[in-house]
């Protein structure tokens, strides 16, 4: 379906799942940036918002969190339909000081490393 032209709406300015990742796989997709590819550009504020835009017609495309989508009630997204879903991107990073060995103990930020992957196993 191509969606040129129509309105969209993202969630926060800064927000990964709601904004940045969504307008980045349209930029490559498209090779225009959201605001020259669609007629107009709202930031809703939130997910669910960005899904209410769109149920009540003052959206025509949104961009929400999958897992927000999956968690609203069936009633929010009766009237919608799924098109396109992103390729899967890390979207929460863990960051540590590099001086972690130096302040608690050699081999902490290795031991770290492991435990957070385990985690994800």
């Given at each position: 379906m191509d969606t040129r032209g129509?309105?969209?709406?993202?969630g926060m300015q800064h927000s990964l799942s709601g904004r940045l990742m969504p307008?980045?796989?349209?930029?490559?997709?498209?090779?225009?940036p959201p605001a020259e590819f669609?007629?107009?550009?709202?930031?809703?504020g939130s997910h669910t918002r960005t899904l209410a835009l769109v149920n009540a017609g003052a959206s025509d495309v949104g961009a929400i969190d999958q897992h927000a989508y999956d968690a609203?009630?069936?009633?929010?997204?009766?009237?919608?339909?799924v098109l396109w879903k992103t390729p899967g991107f890390a979207n929460h990073g863990f960051t540590v000081r590099p001086d972690l060995d130096k302040v608690f103990r050699r081999g902490f930020r290795d031991d770290l490393e492991?435990?957070?992957?385990?985690?994800l196993d």
């Open positions: 129509l309105r969209i709406s993202f307008a980045s796989f349209i930029l490559q997709q498209t090779g225009e669609y007629s107009e550009v709202v930031l809703s609203a009630a069936p009633e929010a997204k009766a009237e919608t339909l492991e435990v957070l992957i385990e985690l």
